[in-house]
T-cell receptor, first 111, second 115 residues
Framework: NAGVTQTPKFRVLKTGQSMTLLCAQD?????MYWYRQDPGMGLRLIHY???????AKGEVPDGYNVSRLKKQNFLLGLESAAPSQTSVYFC??????????FGPGTRLTVL | AQSVTQLGSHVSVSEGALVLLRCNYS??????LFWYVQYPNQGLQLLLKYTSAATLVKGINGFEAEFKKSETSFHLTKPSAHMSDAAEYFC?????????????FGAGTRLFVKA
C-alpha cells in the first residue's frame, strides 16, 4: 500500500498564477483533509471531506477550493496565488475520529 | 472551542536523558488524544493515541504518554533519549466537547538531542 501520496512535492508560483495539488489514498478512508503548516503555528485545517462528493470549510479556507469527485482523491486548488499562501501543504485521511494518515507534503513558494 | 497547548516550542536533552514533552487540552469531555512525530521534510506519523481505554499509553520507539483527566494533560515521555529522536512532536485532540471528528493540533515542540 502506498498510503497517502501527494503531487507535486515542490512548486514555485508567481503571484496570480493558479495550481492544483493532488492527494490520493489507497486505504478506503472516508475522511480526507488539507492542512497548511507554517513555522510556530502547527497545522491549520484548510478544507476537509467526509465522503465522496462532499467538502467543507476548515479553519483557513479563504483563497482555496477543493473537490472530491472520487473517494480516493482530494484536490486542493489555488485560483490566484498570493505570497501569504507560501507554506507546506499536507493531505491526510482517516476513518473518522481515529488517527490521521499523512502524505509527505508539498512545499509551495509564491513569489 | 477545543484547544491544545504544548509547553515549550523547543526542548533540548542530552542523549540518554529523560524526554518530557508537555501537552494540555481544554475539554470537559474526555477526547481522543494523539501524539505525532514529524522528521525533517516528512509528513506526520502517529506515535501513540488515547481513546478512553488504558490511561497509560505506549507507543512506538519507546515513547509513552499518560492521560490525566484531573490535570487535562497528556504529556509524552521517553526514559532515555536517542539521537534519532530529534524531530518535531505534535499533540492533537479530537472528539471531546464538540463530539466531532476534526483534529486540533498543538503548535509543536522541537526536540533537540545533544551527544
Amino acid at each position: 500500500n502506498a498510503g497517502v501520496t501527494q503531487t507535486p512535492k515542490f512548486r514555485v508560483l508567481k503571484t496570480g498564477q493558479s495550481m492544483t495539488l493532488l492527494c490520493a489514498q489507497d486505504m478506503n478512508h472516508e475522511y480526507m483533509y488539507w492542512y497548511r503548516q507554517d513555522p510556530g503555528m502547527g497545522l491549520r485545517l484548510i478544507h476537509y471531506s467526509v465522503g465522496e462528493g462532499t467538502t467543507a470549510k476548515g479553519e483557513v479556507p479563504d483563497g482555496y477550493n477543493v473537490s472530491r469527485l472520487k473517494k480516493q482523491n482530494f484536490l486542493l486548488g489555488l485560483e490566484s496565488a498570493a505570497p501569504s499562501q507560501t507554506s507546506v501543504y499536507f493531505c491526510a485521511s482517516s476513518y473518522g475520529r481515529t488517527e490521521q494518515f499523512f502524505g509527505p507534503g508539498t512545499r509551495l513558494t509564491v513569489l | 472551542a477545543q484547544s491544545v497547548t504544548q509547553l515549550g516550542s523547543h526542548v533540548s536533552v542530552s542523549e540518554g536523558a529523560l524526554v518530557l514533552l508537555r501537552c494540555n487540552y481544554s475539554s470537559s469531555v474526555p477526547p481522543y488524544l494523539f501524539w505525532y512525530v514529524q522528521y525533517p521534510n516528512q509528513g506526520l506519523q502517529l506515535l501513540l493515541k488515547y481513546t478512553s481505554a488504558a490511561t497509560l499509553v505506549k507507543g512506538i520507539n519507546g515513547f509513552e504518554a499518560e492521560f490525566k483527566k484531573s490535570e487535562t494533560s497528556f504529556h509524552l515521555t521517553k526514559p532515555s533519549a536517542h539521537m534519532s529522536d530529534a524531530a518535531e512532536y505534535f499533540c492533537a485532540v479530537s472528539g471531546g466537547n464538540t463530539g466531532g471528528f476534526k483534529t486540533i493540533f498543538g503548535a509543536g515542540t522541537r526536540l533537540f538531542v545533544k551527544a
